[in-house]
């Protein structure tokens, strides 16, 4: 781990490592509460190896005795982090600065199924472009303008966040950025810009051969490639949200609508290089 430049080596569990350093920054923050902040919380759990601590796992087995050890050490880990989040929030409450302050709650990817993760009732898990691996979960806390369990159906993509916040703080985005505000259905609202949803994967090694494999949302329906050299999938996700039925060789017509649009993703994402191309190319 680092401190800014400076390698370190604490002591502890990483998840409870995080929720103090979070803790001891918000206690920071009371002193200056008429300042605007922005602190980046970023768990590891529930991210394999999974290893929670030992008396949450024992509690677990406690209470569930029958449950598989590998599942138990997940609900630990998770449950482990849930106790973290609970700290920081009751940290902001004391702080005086709960009621304005936004605060989201996300992953980036759906379970691991190998690490006996569960994404049920969504098809397949992370490193899918089926939807149990690309759904997750999605929560902000605004007391201030949210009302508590309040629920929207909109769907968006993490990155929408970025033009959030800047909207919140009173800033504006690049009008040529993808990503849109969320600020319209915070406030009880939707958000009506039509977009697509475009996601591209790449991965070292011979699974993937350099190769990149995408997915795109348009509407109720999502054309994707599991991997570079697998077919192309079609499903409607409204009639169909398991993605059981592959309509690729049936709809032709929204095949080839959502291949054109795939392809103008891809060409746009290929103006930025993803990592720097060798000195060489000879063997």
């Given at each position: 781990?680092?401190?800014?430049?400076?390698?370190?080596?604490?002591?502890?569990?990483a998840t409870?490592?995080f929720s103090?350093w979070?803790?001891?920054?918000?206690?920071?923050r009371?002193?200056?509460?008429?300042?605007?902040f922005?602190?980046?919380?970023?768990?590891?759990?529930?991210?394999?190896?999974?290893?929670?601590?030992v008396e949450?796992?024992?509690?677990?087995?406690?209470?569930?005795?029958?449950?598989d050890?590998?599942?138990a050490?997940?609900?630990?880990?998770?449950?482990h982090?849930d106790h973290?989040v609970?700290?920081?929030?009751?940290?902001?409450?004391?702080s005086?600065?709960e009621?304005?302050?936004?605060?989201?709650?996300?992953?980036?990817n759906?379970?691991?199924?190998?690490?006996?993760?569960?994404?049920?009732?969504?098809?397949?898990?992370?490193?899918?472009h089926?939807d149990?691996?690309?759904?997750?979960?999605?929560?902000?806390r605004?007391?201030?303008?949210?009302?508590?369990?309040?629920?929207?159906d909109?769907?968006?993509?993490?990155?929408?966040?970025f033009?959030?916040?800047?909207?919140?703080?009173?800033?504006?985005?690049?009008?040529?950025?993808?990503a849109?505000?969320?600020?319209?259905?915070?406030?009880?609202g939707?958000?009506?810009?039509?977009r697509?949803?475009?996601?591209v994967?790449?991965?070292g090694?011979?699974?993937?051969?350099?190769?990149?494999c995408?997915?795109i949302?348009?509407g109720?329906?999502?054309?994707?490639?599991?991997?570079?050299?697998s077919?192309?999938?079609?499903?409607?996700?409204?009639?169909?949200?398991?993605?059981?039925?592959?309509?690729?060789?049936t709809?032709k017509k929204?095949?080839?609508e959502?291949?054109?649009?795939?392809?103008?993703h891809?060409?746009?994402g290929?103006?930025?290089?993803?990592?720097?191309?060798?000195?060489?190319?000879?063997?």
């Amino acid at each position: 781990m680092r401190c800014n430049a400076e390698v370190i080596e604490p002591k502890g569990h990483a998840t409870d490592l995080f929720s103090d350093w979070a803790v001891e920054y918000l206690r920071g923050r009371a002193k200056v509460k008429d300042q605007p902040f922005f602190l980046y919380l970023a768990y590891n759990a529930p991210h394999f190896p999974i290893e929670p601590p030992v008396e949450w796992l024992t509690r677990v087995k406690q209470r569930a005795p029958q449950m598989d050890d590998r599942r138990a050490k997940n609900v630990a880990l998770v449950e482990h982090l849930d106790h973290g989040v609970e700290r920081v929030l009751a940290a902001l409450k004391d702080s005086g600065l709960e009621e304005n302050t936004v605060v989201v709650f996300t992953a980036d990817n759906g379970g691991s199924l190998p690490h006996a993760q569960n994404n049920d009732p969504w098809r397949g898990g992370k490193q899918d472009h089926y939807d149990g691996g690309l759904r997750v979960p999605f929560m902000v806390r605004w007391p201030a303008q949210i009302k508590a369990r309040s629920r929207s159906d909109y769907a968006g993509l993490t990155f929408d966040l970025f033009p959030t916040f800047l909207e919140l703080a009173g800033a504006k985005p690049a009008a040529d950025l993808d990503a849109i505000s969320l600020v319209p259905a915070l406030k009880g609202g939707t958000v009506t810009t039509p977009r697509d949803f475009y996601f591209v994967r790449r991965e070292g090694g011979e699974a993937y051969g350099g190769k990149s494999c995408e997915a795109i949302i348009r509407g109720d329906w999502k054309l994707m490639q599991n991997n570079p050299f697998s077919p192309r999938e079609l499903y409607n996700l409204k009639s169909d949200p398991q993605e059981r039925t592959n309509l690729a060789a049936t709809n032709k017509k929204m095949l080839n609508e959502l291949s054109a649009a795939l392809r103008q993703h891809i060409q746009h994402g290929g103006a930025t290089p993803w990592q720097k191309p060798p000195l060489s190319c000879s063997p």
